[in-house]
C-alpha cells in the first residue's frame, strides 16, 4: 500500500514458483507397512528413546502413509502449483540395495505424484532428505565410498519409475546438518560422534554421490524426460557481532565458506573443489595437530571436473542469522572438530524474537543477505528457496508464523528487484506440523496443525495457511503483518 513507499508494487512475477515442503521421515508415518524396510531414524530411536525430547518416533507421524489424499487436498487449497516431497529410500528399496523394489512403495508414490499431477500441482522429488537405509549405516553410512555406487542404482531406479511424471528432482537436502549433526556430533542420527574426521568423509561422498546421480540424470534420462535437477543446501546468514571490527567481518566470509562454501563451491564456482580457506584452514589443523594427513579428503582431477556445473539450480534451506565472531582455539577446543577447524563462535542477539526453538531467531534481513552471498560468489545461477519457515508453540492463530513469512518474502522480493538476484521459488516449510528430528513432535512448523493426540491426525488450517494461500494467489505479500521498521532495510 501507499504508506510504505512504494515497495509493495513489487510483485511476484507469474512464473515464480510458489510451493510448500515436506520429508518423507517426518510425515508419513507407516514405518513398518507395506513392506518398507528400516532407515537409520527407525532403527536409532527404537533403541534409544530418549534420543528425542518427547521420547517419540516417526512410526506413525503425520500417517500420510495413509492420509495422502487429504495432504493433495490441502496443498490445492494454498493455491500452491509446486509441491516438494521426498522419497523413503527404504520404503521403494527395503534393503537400500536394487535388487528388490518393493510393490507397495512403487505404487504409494505413483498415486502421490498422479494424484498431484490430476489437480495441476507440479512434484519436486527429493531423493534423500536424511532416512540412509540402516543396511548401508552398518557398512559405515556416507563415510563408505561404496555409498556413491549405491545411491546412483537407487536414483537410476526412482528415475525409471517416477521421470515421467517428475520433472523437478534434487538429489540430497542439506548435506552440512547431515554429516555435522550425525556424523560430526550427536544431534542427528547416526549420533557417531565421529568429530574432525566423520563429518568430512561423509560430506565427500554425498558431493560424489550427487555429481554421479545428476549426471546419470543427464546422460540417461534427460534426453526423454527434459527434467532438471539439483542440490538443496542449507544456510544461516552471518553478521558481524562488532561491525566495526574487521576481524569480525572476516570471521563470518570463514563460517560461511565452512558451512555453505565446503559445498557449493565444488559444485557452483568455476574454480571448482573446496573453498581455498577450508582447504587450507583444515590441512594446517590437521598437521599442527599431528596427523599425517589432512582430515578433508582431496578430491581428483577428474572428481574436480565431474562436480563442477552439476546442479541446474541452486537449492536454498535458510531459517535464521548468527551473529558471528572469532574464538580462541583454546584447551577446550582441542578436540578436531568442524566448529573447531572453523574457530569461530556464534551467537543470537537476546531482542530477536525466538518463538518455538533455541536455534531459531526471527531476522529477515539475514535472507537478502545470504541470497545476495550466493550471488557474489557463484554467479547467476537460479535459486530456488527449497525450505524457509518459523516454528512455534502450535496455536492456529499464529501470527508470529505468518509475519514471519512476510517479512522473510519481503527480503525475497528486495533481493530480486534491487539486487537482481536470480531467485525463481520458493517452497515454505512446511504443510503440516510433523515430526522435527532432535526435537520429536515439540516444535511446530505447520501451515496446518495436525492433532499427534488423536489417531485420526485431524488437520487444521492455521491463520498462516489462509495468509500464505492469499499471498500466493495475490503474488504479493500482505503489507498488515509488516512491522515499519523493515522497511528500512532497503538497500
Ligand atoms: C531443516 O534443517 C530440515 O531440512 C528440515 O527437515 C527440518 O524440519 C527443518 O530444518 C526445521 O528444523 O541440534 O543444535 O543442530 C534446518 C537446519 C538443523 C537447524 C537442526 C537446527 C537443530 C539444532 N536445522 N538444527 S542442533
Redesign the pocket.
Known sequence: SERHTGLSNYTFPEDFIFGVAT?AF?IEGGWNKGGKGENIWDTYLHKHPNFTLDHSNGDVAADSYHKYKEDITMIQSLGVKYYRLSISWTRLLPNGTDNYINEDGMKYYRHILEGLRKVGITPMVTLF??DLPTPFMDLGGWTNPVMVNYFEDYARVAFNLYGDIVNIWTTM??PH?HC??GYG?V??VPALNAHGIGEYLCTHYMLLAHAKVYHLYDRYFRPSQNGKIGI?L?S?AGEPKNASNPNDHVAVENYLQMHLGLYANPIFSSSGDYPRYVRDTIDHMSQIQGFTRSRLPFFTEQEIVMLKGSSDFFGL?H??TYKITNCERNENWQIPSMDHDNGICMSQPSNWPKPG????AVHPPGFRKIINWIKKNYGDVPIIVT?N?L?DDGSLEDFERVSYFNEYLYQLLLAVNIDKCNVRGYFA??LMD?F????GYV?K?GLYHVDFDSPHRTRTPKLSAINYGQIVRTRQIDFDFIKPESTKYQS
Open positions: 520429508a517426518q532428505h536424511w537436502n542439506e546438518q555435522a549433526n556430533f544431534n542427528f538443496t542449507d544461516f534451506n531459517y535464521t526453538a533455541s536455534w531459531l525450505e519457515g516454528c516449510w512446511t510433523d522435527e528430528w532432535g526435537d516444535t512448523f
